[in-house]
């Protein structure tokens, strides 16, 4: 038996007892569907910053961040390491109102949120199919890169491989719920980040150093270390943040987690953390491809994303190839697990009658959700960067706006969001099939495509309205009355969580106050962030390098940090307040 089956099997092994632990029970008053889905919802700050860092480290990470840094150079961290950790913002723009409106009412999908928000069901359904239509093949990318992984590492069959690691994460999934994938995620972070580390410095390290690579592309690809890397300009870049600020926080596995928080600060501590999280771990992979466009050129695309274990099974040999293929599974299983568990969420909450929302619902969608994306993966796309890139990604994003509106402007009713929803899905279908390609990034079109779409629906119904009679006050008291309070919610006697009640048709609901989440002083400090993060990319850099780095790099690195600072949680006391679940009204 090889070093690599041993340390595989053993860190698998190690996943399991993790998901199998019992401990930290959930409230009493739960329904078992909710213990499963949401284990109680106590999560704190670190445990919390854990899970959604695992859970948005995937097989991308490591796979498909290195490939990108073999085709781009440096130009691709900056990308990456700032760009994802500005999404932070969106757990303090909408994870802590969806956190809210989890606990009070008991959406814990984007599709009940919309539903609940705008009073339109058919559009909440209408969401998150679209979602589920995105994460899917999202799931299978995971075992694209498992069997791809043990295919080369181990000499596994390809279907065995990715059926194996689906099959890992599948099974403690089904025994622990959310509380197992918590557990796993802390487990699956460290080693991931202590692994690729590691794996960086042995492979800088046999290639002759940092600095000796760095010559070796001056010489032959100096567009690598430039600001602006291979083909990636400042459009480029100012479309990729644009792109993750809206997209991430619409993975469902992602907003699954908003609700799960104790408290409003352990969103807030998250967000503190996660820049620093993503500027530390996103070097490495970057780092590598630039490190195996010096030391093994002229790689094709699979080759480009395999670059990563290439070079640490050339640098280190089997032992340092082992230790990398457990930090690769690390990535698949923290982001595979936690979109097993969304998806069985979407299907069972937005889909099923409530009756039927039973923790054994939730097990048996997430296992058919685990063979359809095995199936998927059997016949896999050709790069993992490029299918995210082209369908996925663009297709969160374009979900984003549908939720902004039911969180911001739910007053100006259903209408609009359904057009954002609609435009969206189109523009991402189109340019997925290569049959439109936008004169912009993709993340910036599309949405002044739907800006423009909502703006549209909304002035020709607010010119409609003025035609029509408005209802009169007795009417608007009668459905009050008839509601028993409007749009406030109402408990399901006895069953220990808020039914997901639709507003009153002709009573919205009041929309969310930003600055009630996202304080004035906190978006000030961010913009000034962003703008010295603007200022290191069009100023122009000398050749200079420190470490074998290129001094601009080490800014970006800074700039995380300064990141994470901005976004530091104050030490008022009505942000340490722990929110209470609801309580079933007797």
Do not use: C
């Amino acid at each position: 038996m090889s070093y690599a089956l041993i340390v595989t099997t053993l860190f698998l092994a190690l996943n399991l007892l993790a998901g199998l632990l019992k401990g930290g029970a959930a409230p009493a008053s739960a329904t078992p569907g909710e213990r499963f889905a949401s284990g109680g919802r106590g999560f704190g700050g670190l445990a919390l910053f854990a899970t959604l860092a695992a859970t948005n480290f995937s097989a991308y990470t490591v796979f498909g961040l290195s490939g990108a840094g073999f085709r781009l150079g440096w130009a691709w961290y900056p990308a990456m390491g700032f760009g994802t950790g500005l999404m932070a913002l969106s757990f303090l723009a909408v994870g802590l109102p969806a956190r809210r409106f989890a606990r009070e009412r008991g959406w814990r999908t984007q599709g009940a949120l919309v539903a609940g928000r705008l009073g339109s069901p058919a559009l909440g359904k209408a969401l998150s199919l679209f979602l589920l239509v995105l994460t899917v093949p999202y799931l299978a990318a995971q075992g694209i890169a498992a069997g791809r992984l043990l295919e080369s590492a181990l000499g596994l069959p390809y279907a065995a491989g990715s059926a194996l690691i689906l099959g890992v994460a599948t099974a403690y999934v089904l025994a622990g719920g959310m509380r197992a994938v918590v557990r796993t995620d802390v487990l699956q972070l460290g080693v991931l980040a202590a692994v690729v580390a590691a794996a960086f410095f042995v492979v800088a390290r046999v290639g002759g150093g940092l600095e000796a690579v760095s010559r070796v592309l001056d010489a032959e690809k100096p567009a690598l270390l430039s600001t602006e890397g291979d083909g990636a300009g400042f459009g480029a870049l100012a479309g990729t943040w644009l792109l993750w600020l809206l997209a991430d926080p619409m993975f469902p596995q992602l907003f699954h987690r908003f609700g799960v928080a104790k408290d409003e600060r352990a969103l807030r501590v998250s967000a503190a953390l996660y820049p620093l999280a993503t500027s530390f771990v996103f070097l490495f992979p970057v780092a590598a491809g630039v490190v195996g466009a010096a030391l093994l050129p002229g790689l094709d695309a699979k080759g480009a994303e395999n670059v990563f274990h290439s070079l640490a099974r050339s640098a280190g040999g089997e032992t340092l190839g082992a230790l990398f293929v457990v930090g690769a599974l690390a990535a698949l299983l923290s982001t595979l697990d936690s979109q097993l568990l969304a998806v069985a969420s979407i299907v069972v909450e937005d889909f099923m009658p409530r009756r039927k929302s039973k923790s054994a619902a939730y097990r048996v969608v997430a296992a058919l959700a685990a063979l359809a994306a095995w199936l998927v993966s059997l016949d896999p796309p050709a790069s993992i960067l490029d299918f995210l890139n082209r369908a996925a990604f663009p297709g969160y994003a374009a979900a984003a706006p549908v939720v902004l509106l039911a969180l911001y402007a739910p007053r100006w009713g259903a209408a609009p969001a359904r057009a954002a929803l609609a435009s969206g899905a189109a523009l991402v279908a189109l340019e997925a099939f290569g049959l439109f390609v936008p004169p912009l990034p993709a993340a910036v079109f599309n949405l002044l495509a739907q800006g423009l779409a909502v703006a549209a629906t909304a002035g020709a119904l607010s010119f409609a309205r003025r035609f029509r009679p408005l209802p009169g006050n007795a009417e608007v008291g009668a459905r009050l009355g008839a509601s028993g309070g409007g749009a406030t919610g109402a408990m399901a006697p006895g069953a220990g969580e808020p039914a997901a009640v639709a507003p009153v048709p002709g009573l919205p609901e009041a929309p969310v106050r930003l600055f009630e989440h996202l304080a004035p002083l906190t978006l000030a400090r961010v913009a000034l962030v962003v703008a010295a993060a603007l200022a290191v990319r069009l100023l122009p850099w000398p050749p200079t390098r420190f470490a074998g780095l290129p001094v601009w790099v080490w800014a970006w690195v800074a700039l995380g940090g300064l990141l994470a600072g901005a976004l530091a949680p104050s030490l008022s006391p009505s942000s340490t307040l722990r929110t209470p679940p609801p309580t079933p009204r007797r």
